[in-house]
């Protein structure tokens, strides 16, 4: 099973609309982090939340940690072609000599102009 | 400021033949990181390198990966012989420390197709 599950896998909508993709899990996290990536690219930071129920902006995209630190949530406004690509949401283990970034499967979004 | 580099971007071989690929990371990061990552899956980590010592290689099929970085910088990740199921995306990644305050930044990835 794994460890962040992430929905929809898949989404595909018009440019101008708003669209909301989750990350969940039945683990408790000290912080979750949130990446992009685009084809043929490595994964890029876009956010970590840290505190139970924070939100955080980035000009369209609003993340939010849930309250018990087990869920997040990415909701894009007014999505636009540039904003295609992988959403991939992470938990950074570090405990001990472990040190590694956890993925979801992500969610692969499509914007059509 | 360069990011992480990779080559090749791209590599098409058969069965059973060796394949390498290099990484040359953020210019005075001392922790590198190699991904793999299957086609609709996140990248999950092989092996794990501060400066030239690898600390975390558990996750690394020894019987025909393996790896290594000398003298703290370059990296290469290896595999012989390739199978079918090898093929994937492969990430390098950099971080300047172990440590949470630092983020990991990820190179464009190799492309392998096995065939």
């Known amino acids: 099973t794994q460890l962040l599950e992430q929905s929809p896998q898949f989404l595909s909508i018009q440019e101008g609309e708003n669209l909301t993709v989750y990350c969940n899990s039945s683990?408790?996290?000290?912080?979750l982090q949130w990446y992009r990536q685009e084809p043929g690219e490595g994964p890029v930071l876009l956010v970590t939340?840290?505190?139970?129920?924070e939100v955080k902006k980035l000009k369209r995209l609003t993340f939010q940690f849930g309250d018990a630190r087990k869920d997040s949530s990415l909701h894009i406004t007014a999505a636009q072609p540039g904003d295609t690509g992988l959403y991939l949401c992470?938990?950074?283990?570090?405990?001990?000599?472990?040190?590694?970034?956890?993925f979801g499967k992500g969610t692969r979004l499509h914007i059509l102009p | 400021e360069a990011g992480v580099v990779q080559s090749p971007r791209y590599k098409i071989i058969e069965k059973k033949q060796p394949v390498a690929f290099w990484c040359n990371p953020i210019?005075?990061?001392?922790?590198l990181y190699w991904y793999r990552q299957n086609l609709g899956q996140g990248p999950e980590l092989l092996i794990r390198?501060?400066?030239?010592?690898?600390?975390?290689d558990s996750q690394l099929p020894k019987d025909r990966f393996s790896a290594e970085r000398l003298k703290g910088v370059d990296s290469t990740l290896k595999i012989q012989p390739a199978e079918l199921g090898d093929s994937a995306v492969y990430l390098c990644?950099?971080?300047?420390?172990?440590?949470?305050?630092?983020?990991?930044?990820f190179g464009p990835g190799t492309r392998l197709t096995v065939t």
């Open positions: 939340v840290v505190t139970g129920g």
């Open positions: 683990s408790v996290f000290s912080s």
């Open positions: 210019s005075g990061h001392n922790t």
């Open positions: 390198y501060e400066n030239e010592e690898a600390v975390d």
């Open positions: 992470g938990f950074r283990l570090l405990l001990n000599r472990d040190d590694k970034i956890i």
């Open positions: 990644a950099s971080s300047l420390e172990h440590h949470p305050l630092y983020e990991q930044y």
